[in-house]
């Protein structure tokens, strides 16, 4: 049963402070880019398509896929406004380039993300043909109402934070976007929320791990590369 990734790479970090992509940023002496690529490259998965931002592909080729040598990389495509519009362009990259049975849709600005992870989420999405990485919150949270009043304390015990990857049948995952795409209205910023509105199936929950962060802001960067260090 053959696994493909794609990795979404399109973003322009905003909140890094910086006029350097956060996914080109150096993480030691190499793009953070690098590392979540590698883990795919490394991994079970068959193939992956990057989805970069729109006139970044002939430098993605050559100063990423080129120079580290990803041979999975097949395919390296444009994303769009919003993160469902590259999720979109990259499954349809997929289903011309190879269709596989089971996609791992991964955000490169995670790039503490693991092969065995990888090959973990591949595993139980054979099992259960939709999941999602994530861990149990570590703080309480609180729910508030447009003033700030605390309105609801859930249970902590049943919290998780999503992480990525996340993984699905193909055809399902192919035919929620398709759908979710013909209704524009509809806005989401998760994988599994997509599948969840158009496929009445059961999404199980893999536990990832607390290094497996997204770098969003400066701090988040210096962190990662903190875990990298002790990774080594």
């Known amino acids: 049963m053959a696994a493909a990734g794609i990795v979404l790479a399109g973003g322009k970090g905003s909140r890094m402070q910086s006029d350097v992509p956060k996914q080109y940023m150096e993480?030691?002496?190499?793009?953070?880019?690098?590392?979540?690529?590698?883990?795919?490259?490394?991994s079970d998965a068959e193939s992956v398509v990057l989805v970069t931002g729109a006139g970044e592909e002939a430098y993605c080729r050559k100063e990423l896929v080129e120079r580290f040598g990803f041979t999975k990389v097949i395919g390296i495509v444009a994303g769009g406004a919003?993160?469902?519009?590259?999720?979109?362009?990259?499954?349809?990259?997929?289903?011309?380039?190879?269709?596989?049975?089971y996609v791992l849709i991964h955000d490169g600005a995670r790039p503490l993300v693991t092969t065995e992870l990888i090959n973990r989420m591949i595993t139980e999405t054979e099992q259960y043909g939709a999941c999602v990485a994530g861990m149990p919150v570590k703080d309480t949270i609180q729910m508030t109402d447009e003033r700030g009043t605390i309105t609801l304390t859930p249970k902590r015990d049943s919290l998780w934070t999503a992480q990525t990857p996340q993984s699905f049948e193909f055809s399902m995952a192919y035919d929620a976007y398709e759908r979710l795409m013909e209704e524009s209205e509809i806005r989401v910023t998760d994988d599994a929320m997509v599948v969840g509105l158009y496929h009445d199936i059961p999404i199980q929950m893999v536990r990832g791990s607390y290094m497996n962060i997204k770098v969003t802001t400066p701090e988040d960067l210096v962190l990662a590369e903190a875990f990298l260090k002790k990774r080594r």
């Open 27 to 42: 993480l030691l002496g190499k793009p953070l880019l690098y590392y979540a690529l590698k883990a795919f490259e490394e």
């Open 82 to 101: 919003e993160r469902y519009d590259s999720v979109w362009s990259g499954l349809r990259c997929l289903k011309v380039q190879a269709e596989p049975d």
